[in-house]
Structures are given as structure tokens and as C-alpha cells.
């Protein structure tokens, strides 16, 4: 059940695009609010806003979360790869 609902939350066009605007975010405030930090806590906003707004389906709450969580931090990794690939072929 838990594997069922990180592959549907991996999938999701929102969670996605709501990843790739923390990193591009992250990347703009970089100077000023650091790297780890402002990573951590949107990753963690994001794990619990959309369950709690959204609504968690036929699981709970909490097991929206942490499979949320868990989904965030593939989500987050793929998009950081790729955006360094970016960055270095841009120079």
C-alpha cells in the first residue's frame, strides 16, 4: 500500500513542478538563504501541504506524508542532477 501510493506521488504533475520551483528558487537565494536549509523545509512543506489539501485518499494522513517525504527526496535528487547538469554545460 505505502509502495503503491510513493509511485503515485512520484507521478504527480503538481508535486513535480512544485519541486522544480523550490530548486530553481533555492538556486536564485542561494547567496543569501543557503542550500540544505531552504531544501529541507520546502521538501517538508510540500509532504505535508498536499495531503492536507488535497486529501490523502484511502490512506491517513500520516502515511501520505511519509510517502510523501520519501517521494520528495527522488523527486528533489532528480531535479538537483539535472539541474547541475545544466548549469555545468551552460558554463
Do not use: C, K, W
Not at 11 to 26: H, N
Not at 57 to 66: E, N
Amino acid at each position: 500500500m505505502v509502495t503503491e501510493l510513493i509511485q503515485s506521488q512520484l507521478m504527480d504533475p503538481f508535486r513535480i513542478g512544485l519541486i522544480m520551483a523550490l530548486v530553481y528558487t533555492m538556486f536564485r537565494t542561494q547567496v543569501v538563504t543557503g542550500t540544505v536549509i531552504p531544501l529541507a523545509l520546502g521538501v517538508v512543506f510540500v509532504a505535508v501541504i498536499l495531503p492536507t489539501t488535497h486529501g490523502a485518499g484511502a490512506s491517513s494522513v500520516t502515511d501520505a506524508v511519509l510517502a510523501g517525504l520519501v517521494s520528495n527526496l527522488i523527486i528533489l535528487g532528480i531535479v538537483l542532477a539535472l539541474a547541475m547538469i545544466i548549469r555545468r554545460l551552460r558554463g
